[in-house]
């Protein structure tokens, strides 16, 4: 008894797709002629001369005083513009307060507000941290001397470094040290 081994798709030979289809390629055209080979190109092409390859190119110094140009027209009308603002009373126009001098508010932070605990929990961590002044403080010296969880303690660092309010920064032969800015 033979086996047949799968080569094609996992099925037999007689109910094989592939096997089916390479059959009928022989009998169609049983003696395929080999197709004629491209004709060959007695002569390269020859490569353009520089001076022809500058001339196709666009002047480049001429496009960037021209851009420099361009840019000097458009701020030039920018600096002359005033903008004015409408005084819904008297319908009168008077001319609005330099951009510069407008200060936009603050954003919030996104989320909801801390709660007191957190925002009191955030206040004696930062105490702390000022008083250690300039040799700074470990996470875990000052979550013993607050007695509170060190996992608080540095979600409590972490806000206040977020603020501005202390930083990070590792000690050569001491360790990572919190420190009040």
């Known amino acids: 008894m033979s086996f047949w081994v799968a080569k094609n798709r996992q099925k037999a030979p007689e109910q094989n797709a592939f096997a089916e289809r390479a059959r009928r390629k022989r009998t169609r055209n049983p003696n395929p002629e080999p197709e004629a080979a491209p004709e060959a190109v007695s002569e390269p092409e020859k490569a353009p001369e520089p001076s022809e390859v500058a001339d196709a190119m666009p002047d480049l110094q001429a496009l960037r005083e021209a851009a420099e140009k361009a840019a000097a027209l458009v701020h030039a009308e ?31 932070k996104r989320g909801r507000k801390p709660s007191p605990a957190v925002q009191e929990r955030n206040a004696r961590v930062l105490d702390a941290v000022r008083k250690a002044e300039q040799v700074g403080i470990s996470k875990p010296a000052l979550a013993e ?23 990070v920064k590792h000690l050569d032969g001491i360790g990572y040290r919190w420190l009040a800015l």
């Open 78 to 108: 920018e600096a002359k513009a005033v903008p004015f603002d409408r005084n819904p009373e008297s319908e009168e126009y008077t001319q609005a307060p330099d951009i510069a001098t407008v200060v936009e508010p603050e954003k919030g």
């Open 145 to 167: 001397l607050l007695e509170e969880k060190e996992q608080q303690v540095y979600t409590s660092l972490r806000q206040l470094q977020a603020d501005g309010k202390v930083d």
